[in-house]
C-alpha cells in the first residue's frame, strides 16, 4: 500500500505541475488511506508538500514578473497567522470523542467527515458554468485589500 501511496503522490506532483490545480484536494486523501497518516497530520504534512512543491512551481512566476506579490502577500500573511492559530488553540480545544447530540465521534473522523464535504463544495463549484473575466488588473482598489485579508483569514482556517 505503501508503494501506491507513493505513485499515487508522483502522480498528483505531476498534475500540479502541469495543471496548477490545488494539491490538498488530493494529497490528504493519499496520506490517510494508502499510507495510513491520521488525518490530523494528514493536514499538517499536506500543508508542508503543497506548499513546498508551489513555492518552487511559483518561483519561477515570480522570476518572470507575473506575480503581484504585494497582493500575494495581503492574502498570505492572514492565511499563515489563521493556519497557525487554528492548528495551535482550536484544533487541540476539540474533545476527542466530539460529543453530538445523538452520541460521539471520533475527531478523525470528523476531520475527514468535513473535509469530505469541503471536497464535494470545490467539486461542484468547478464544474458549473461559471463565466470568469480573465483581464488582468493591476491597480487593486485598497477596499480590494481588505476583502483578501478576510479570505486569506478564511482560507487559513480551512
Known amino acids: 500500500m505503501l508503494i501506491l501511496g507513493y505513485i499515487c503522490a508522483l502522480l498528483v506532483g505531476i ?3 502541469a495543471l496548477g490545480m490545488g494539491g490538498s484536494i488530493l494529497t490528504i486523501p493519499i496520506l490517510v488511506y494508502l499510507m495510513h497518516v491520521s ?23 515570480v522570476r518572470d514578473g ?16 489563521s493556519v497557525f492559530m487554528t492548528r495551535r488553540y482550536l484544533l487541540p480545544a476539540i ?7 445523538i452520541g460521539s465521534a471520533p475527531k478523525d473522523l470528523l476531520v475527514l ?9 470545490v467539486g461542484y463549484r468547478m464544474l458549473r458554468d461559471t463565466k470568469y473575466d480573465d483581464t488582468l488588473h493591476y491597480e487593486v482598489p485598497w477596499i480590494h ?9 478564511i482560507a487559513g482556517f480551512i
Request: glycine letters at 10%.
Open 66 to 81: 507575473l506575480v503581484e506579490l504585494r497582493t500575494a502577500s495581503v492574502f498570505a500573511a492572514p492565511s499563515i497567522v
Open 95 to 101: 474533545p476527542d470523542p466530539v460529543p453530538l447530540g
Open 15 to 17: 498534475s500540479l505541475g
Open 145 to 153: 485589500y481588505l476583502g483578501l485579508i478576510v479570505l486569506g483569514a
Open 39 to 61: 488525518p490530523m497530520d494528514a493536514t499538517a504534512y499536506s500543508l508542508f508538500i503543497v506548499g513546498f512543491t508551489s513555492s518552487i512551481g511559483g518561483a519561477r512566476y
Open 113 to 121: 467527515l468535513l473535509f469530505a464535504l469541503l471536497m464535494m463544495i
